[in-house]
C-alpha cells in the first residue's frame, strides 16, 4: 500500500496551540501491527504504518501504556514505568517511533496511569513485605476496610469493594479499579517526587505530551468522594508549572469521567492553569442518545451549557475508545433507555457501560456512521478515533472484558488481516471473524480500493475539517429550530491576527437526527440575508431570508456543513 503526500497545514507544526486543531487517533501498540510474528503487535510494525496515518490526516498519536506490565488491564497495570514491555520493543524503538513521527509532523502522546500501579510493581512488592522500608507509604494502607465511605466503585462487575486483604502485610490496601491495582498513596512526598521523574523521563525522551489517566482519584479524603479533591488539583498544577517551565509545547490531558463543570476543573483557570485538554465524557452519550432517540434536546442542552475554560485549554471529543461506551454520566432512564438500543444482549455490557466497537453500535449503517462522525470533527474540541473505526471494524463479543473491542488492526484480507505472520492461534487476540465485520472484506486494503468507502469518505471529513480553522479554534453557539429532531449550531472564528494568517470564518453545522427526511426551520437574525455555501462541494444554498430564517430539507440522518457569508473559502476534497 503505498499513500500520497497529504494536505500540509501552514503552522500546526510551530503553533503553541496545535491540539486545538490537531485530530488525533488513539492505537494500541498490541493491536495495530506485528513486525516480528510473535502475535503481538509492536513499536517497529507501528513505525511502518505511520505513513498510513500521516495519509489519513493524523497530527498525534495516543498510545495507550506499553510500559512493563502483567497486562492484566490492558497494560494500565504498570509494573515499570521507565522500560517497555518486551514484546512491544525497546526504548530505542520507541525514540526511533517519536523520531519517524516527528518527521511526518505527528506528536506523540502517551498515556499515563498514575493513580495505581500493578501490585507486580517492585514498589508494591518492597511496601507489602517491608513496612519500614523506603517504600512502606508508598501505598493506601490500612488496618480496617473501612476506610472512605464515600467512594464508589468503578468495575461494578468485578469489584465489591475498594479494600483488598494483603496477606503478606497483613493490612488492607486501597484500590479504585481491580485489586491487583493497588493505588499510589499521594499523600506521600516520595510518590510525589517518584511520579515526577517518570514524567520527566518521557518528557526528555521527547514525547508530546500525555493522557493522565483515572486523574481525578490521586487524592482521597474521609468526607469527600475522593473524585477531584482539591489537593489533586494541586498536584496537576505543580505538574503543568514543571511543563510550561521545561517543556513548554508539549500537553496534559485529562481522563475525567465526570459531568461538565467537574472537567472542566481539570484544566483550572486561567491563573493557574492545570491540564490542557480533557475529554468530553458528557457529550459522547448523547450523540449516541439522539442517533436512537431522534431527538437532539439532550445535546442541545449540554452544548448550551456554558462550561467555562480557561484560555488556551481545549475538549477531546470521541465516539468510542479503547474502554465501554460508558454510561455513567447519564441518567438512570437514558442509561436504560441505551442499554435497549445498543447492549440488548447482556454479554454486550460491562460495568457501567457497552463493551462494543462503533459500526456494530451503530448496526453498520453509513448514514449513521456518517452522521457521528460529521459530530465529532465539528463539535468544540479535537476529535480523537479510535484504531479501526476508520473503517468501520467490528468487535467480539464472545472475548472477555474489553477485549472485545481491541482485536488487530484488519489490514488486508489474508492471514491474520495482515496484522501478523505468527499461527493465527499465538495471536494475542483472534482477528475478527463474523458474518458481517470479517476481515476479509473489512479491511484497509479492500477500503482502499473502493473512493466511496468509509475510509475515504473519513479522510475526506478529516481534511476538509484541516483547511477551516473555525472548527478547531472557533467558538460553538447553538441555535434554535423548530424540529426536535434538528441540531443546528454555528462555530464562529474571528481570525487569529498571528503569524498562522487564518482568516475570520463561520460555519453553519446542521443535523438531523430523524429516521425519515425532514424539513426545518433555523433562526438566527444575526445572519439576515447572509449566504450559504457547501464546505464540500462548494455549491450555493439559499441564503438566510430577511429574519435571518433558513428552511432546510434534510436527508433521512442527513448533516449540512455550510460556510456563512461571502468571502472565499479553502474547500474541496483531499486529493
Ligand atoms: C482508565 C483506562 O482507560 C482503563 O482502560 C483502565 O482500566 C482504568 N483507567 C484503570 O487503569
Redesign the pocket.
Known amino acids: 500500500m503505498s499513500f500520497t503526500a497529504p494536505i500540509q497545514l501552514p503552522g500546526l507544526a510551530l503553533d503553541p496551540q496545535w491540539y486545538k486543531r490537531a485530530v488525533f487517533y488513539e492505537v494500541m501498540v498490541r493491536s495495530f501491527l506485528d513486525s516480528n510474528a510473535d502475535g503481538s503487535g509492536d513499536l517497529t510494525g507501528l513505525v511502518s504504518k505511520l505513513d498510513y496515518l500521516q495519509w489519513l490526516g493524523i497530527d498525534a498519536l495516543w498510545l ?1 501504556p506499553f510500559f512493563q506490565s502483567p497486562l492484566r ?2 497494560g ?2 504498570v509494573s515499570d514505568y521507565t522500560s517497555i514491555l518486551a514484546e512491544f520493543g525497546t526504548v530505542d524503538e520507541f525514540r526511533d517511533l517519536v523520531t519517524k513521527a516527528h518527521e511526518r509532523n505527528m506528536r506523540v502522546i502517551i ?1 499515563l ?1 498514575i ?2 500501579t500493578s501490585d507486580a510493581h517492585e514498589w508494591f512488592q518492597q511496601s507489602r513485605s517491608d513496612p519500614e522500608g523506603p517504600y512502606g507509604d508508598f501505598y493506601m494502607w490500612s488496618d480496617s476496610d473501612e476506610k472512605y465511605p464515600n467512594v464508589r466503585i ?2 461494578t462487575d468485578y469489584e465489591d469493594s475498594n479494600w483488598a486483604f494483603d496477606p503478606v502485610r497483613r493490612q488492607f490496601y486501597f484500590h ?3 485489586s491487583h ?1 493497588p493505588d499510589l498513596n499521594y499523600e506521600n512526598p516520595a510518590v510525589v517526587e517518584a511520579i515526577f521523574d517518570i514524567i520527566r523521563f518521557w518528557l526528555d525522551l521527547g514525547v508530546d505530551g500525555f493522557r493522565l ?2 486523574i481525578p482519584y490521586l487524592f482521597v479524603s474521609e468526607e469527600g468522594t475522593g473524585e477531584g479533591e482539591p489537593p489533586t488539583h494541586e498536584f496537576l498544577k505543580k505538574v503543568r508549572a514543571m511543563v510550561d517551565r521545561d517543556y513548554p509545547g508539549r500537553v496534559m490531558i485529562a ?1 475525567a469521567n465526570q459531568w461538565p463543570n467537574e472537567v472542566a476543573a481539570f484544566m483550572g483557570t486561567d491563573e493557574e492553569p492545570e491540564c490542557h485538554m480533557a475529554f468530553d465524557f458528557p457529550a459522547m452519550p448523547r450523540i449516541f442518545y439522539s442517533l436512537r432517540s431522534q431527538q437532539a434536546g439532550e445535546l442541545v442542552r449540554v452544548l448550551s451549557e456554558h462550561t467555562h475554560v480557561p484560555e488556551g485549554a481545549g475538549w477531546g471529543v470521541f465516539l468510542r ?3 465501554e461506551l460508558t454510561l455513567e454520566m447519564v441518567t438512570e432512564e437514558y442509561r436504560q433507555a441505551m442499554y435497549g438500543w445498543y447492549a440488548y444482549d447482556p454479554r454486550m455490557r460491562v460495568n457501567v457501560g457497552i463493551r462494543r466497537r462503533l459500526s456494530p453500535l451503530l448496526d453498520n449503517s453509513r448514514a449513521e456512521l456518517e452522521l457521528a462522525h460529521a459530530l465529532l470533527f465539528s463539535l468544540q474540541g479535537s476529535p480523537f478515533l479510535y484504531y479501526g473505526d476508520e473503517i468501520g471494524m467490528g468487535d467480539n463479543i464472545w472475548l472477555p472484558d ?1 477485549d472485545a473491542s481491541r482485536t488487530p488492526m484488519q489490514w488486508t484480507p489474508d492471514r491474520n488481516a495482515g496484522f501478523s505472520s505468527a499461527d493465527p492461534g499465538k495471536l494475542y487476540l483472534p482477528v475478527v471473524q463474523s458474518l458481517v465485520y470479517n476481515y476479509h472484506h473489512v479491511n484497509v486494503e479492500s477500503q482502499l480500493a473502493q473512493s466511496r468507502s468509509l475510509l475515504h469518505w473519513i479522510r475526506n471529513v478529516i481534511h476538509v475539517r484541516k483547511v477551516h480553522p473555525a472548527f478547531g479554534l472557533g467558538q460553538l453557539r447553538v441555535l434554535p429550530t423548530n424540529h426536535d429532531s434538528v441540531l443546528a449550531f454555528v462555530r464562529e472564528y474571528p481570525g487569529s491576527g498571528n503569524q498562522f494568517g487564518d482568516a475570520p470564518e463561520t460555519v453553519l453545522c446542521v443535523f438531523s437526527f430523524a429516521h425519515n427526511p425532514a424539513a426545518v426551520r433555523i433562526e438566527a437574525p444575526e445572519f439576515a440575508g447572509q449566504s450559504l455555501r457547501d464546505l464540500f462541494g462548494g455549491g450555493d444554498f439559499p441564503s438566510f431570508d430577511a429574519e435571518g430564517g433558513i428552511e432546510l430539507t434534510m436527508g433521512t440522518q442527513g448533516f449540512y456543513w455550510l460556510h456563512v457569508g461571502e468571502g472565499q473559502f479553502a474547500g474541496g476534497r483531499a486529493s
Open positions: 495507550p488491564d490492558g494500565y497495570d498515556d496511569p493513580n495505581h468503578i468495575f479504585r479499579f481491580f491495582q489517566d483515572a481522563e475508545n479503547h474502554d474489553r
